[in-house]
């Protein structure tokens, strides 16, 4: 489609489709979502001249994985939102199956972004082209055009390029997919965005040690962390384990030492970044005080994500809430970052056997929790969450055969935070060193049950609700 076309389409596609995904009681009341259509990666996350700016893959039209352009919010406090100009659509040749993601860069003072145009033959396969947009004085972007076509050695599925600034040089992680179909992970390195040098792969699959490690690694993310250098990824095609990537497609971390020259990384075992149902697709900035944030995508494609109930009032997924990353004895740790305090209402405080206890309302909750014994936590009868000494065992039924799935998280967890809000909760471990995030939805206002013989102390909080201006 052309701007001449997408454009009118989009604005009456929000017109419409707003107030019915705001009126929906699964829309989330403090975490990011669609207005309507489907929204899936975060794109091009940064802090730029005082606020920052995320971005998101987004089809304004439907509910399916099509015409994706990137939506735009911006926000000082990481809680308040507003909308920006809509950034990018698929409407030149070198992008016109989509606008992928990509990342955003402060090149001189300019708000550039770095994304994936994706086209589609009739025939079924693809190309893709790494591009530029650069930010106008309205707030819009104007695209630049392809800096980059497809890398030699590697099939049609190149893409997701994160960009950053090292040493005199720009540098990007590009996912891509080589000719004996294997996922790897290439290091670039430009002196001006515009001309790029391949240096060829540093991580995925039969590299490093890894063996078989999937078909397409997608999204990469590489930053440094208390002095290591950490890969974030997407191996697509990663075999499950009993209790270990259990999802369509996993979302996992590396932790190493890069040598930019070689290029080089070494690193260990492929970590999974989140246990839960659903997160995909991570995407990292540095906070203006050096904190690394990260925001996922509380979504996972290709699996049961068209059965969402939220799929009837025209919208589909939402962001994990905002978090800040810390290195513990090489375990990336996740905490919920400290700016969502401000959500917070009056602190309660209870203690007790957990089968005594009467349930709290679990809409838009902070909980902090200490167990010791065994307890099951159940989320309005949808959800259900069994903390044992041997770990913590998430379930709920499949929307498409009504069979029991499971998550894990295995090892001795102490303490537990919990975020939830209409239809999702995140439940960070000891502080963060395990993370499980999912979509429920519940068929009334979600109550949190507690069960089982531990002795329980409990501090929460009901959230404010935080709409995007
Ligand atoms: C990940 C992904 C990316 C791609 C984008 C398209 O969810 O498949 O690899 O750029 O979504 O929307």
Known sequence: MTTRTLLPAILQAVMKGQPVALGDRHYPRWHLAPVTGLMNDPNGFIHFQGRYHLFYQWNALGCQHQHKCWGHWSS?????????????????????????????????????????????????????????????????????GPVMPLPGGYTGHVRDPKVWRHAEHWYMVLGAQDLELQGKVLLLRSENLWNWENLGEIAGSTLGGLGDAGYMWECPDLFMLDGKAILLCC????????????????????????????????????????????????????????????IGWMGVPDGEEMLQPTVAQGWIHQMTCPRELTLRDGLLCQQPARELAALRGDEQRVEGVASALAPIAAQSLELMMEAQGDVTLDFAGTLRLEWTRDGLCLSR?????????????????????????????????????????????????????????????????????????
């Open 76 to 144: 000082t406090d990481l809680t308040h939102w507003r909308h920006e100009p809509l950034a990018l659509m698929p409407d030149e040749e070198y992008d016109r199956s989509g606008c992928y993601s990509g990342s955003a860069v402060d090149d001189a003072g300019k708000l550039t972004l770095c994304y994936t145009g994706n086209v589609k033959f009739d025939d079924g396969t693809r190309t893709a082209w790494q591009c530029l947009a650069v930010q106008n004085a309205d707030g819009g972007f104007d695209k630049l």
């Open 397 to 469: 039924r499949s929307l498409k055969s009504g069979e029991w799935l499971y998550r894990y998280w295995q090892g001795e967890a102490k303490r537990l935070h919990i975020l939830c809000d209409s239809s999702s909760v995140e439940i960070f471990i000891n502080d963060g060193e395990g993370v499980m995030s999912s979509r429920y939805f519940p068929a009334a206002s979600a109550m949190l049950a507690f069960d089982g013989g531990a002795q329980l102390r409990l501090r929460y909080w009901s959230l404010r609700p935080c709409m995007v201006e």
């Open 235 to 294: 191996p697509q095609g990663v075999a499950r384990e009993e209790k270990r990537f259990l999802n369509t497609y996993p979302s996992a971390y590396l932790c190493g030492e890069l040598d930019y020259e070689q290029p080089e990384y070494r690193h260990g075992p492929l970590v999974e970044l989140d246990a839960g149902f659903e997160f995909y697709a991570p995407q990292t900035t540095l906070a203006e005080d050096g904190r690394r944030l990260l």
